[in-house]
């Protein structure tokens, strides 16, 4: 699990450098396939299901990034460990 949540906390879903094409309804992209050696590859999918799979990466309003929760968390917890100025 903590792999899988890795590769979200601190990137976007796609940039824009992966983007190869779009025509004609169909969206064409690059992604690397951890099943063989990270090989590159190009993927084309349908307007429709590449907006899907690009939604699935949409935090809900009002939810954080795990980067974002991280980072309070931390200064949060040295702020009530840090010394008295007093």
């Not at 992966?18 to 169909?26: C, D, K, P, T, Y």
């Not at 009002?62 to 840090?82: E, I, Q």
Request: aromatic share 8%; proline share 5%.
């Amino acid at each position: 699990m903590p792999q899988y949540l890795g590769r979200y906390n601190h990137h976007v879903a796609i940039s824009n450098h992966r983007l190869v094409s779009f025509a004609e309804g169909q969206v064409t992209f690059h992604w690397r396939d951890s099943a063989h050696d990270n090989e590159q590859k190009l993927m084309t999918l349908s307007l429709d299901e590449f907006l899907r799979r690009f939604l699935l990466h949409v935090l809900p309003k009002g939810l954080l990034p795990l980067s974002s929760v991280v980072l309070r968390c931390t200064a949060s917890a040295h702020l009530d460990t840090a010394p008295s100025l007093n």
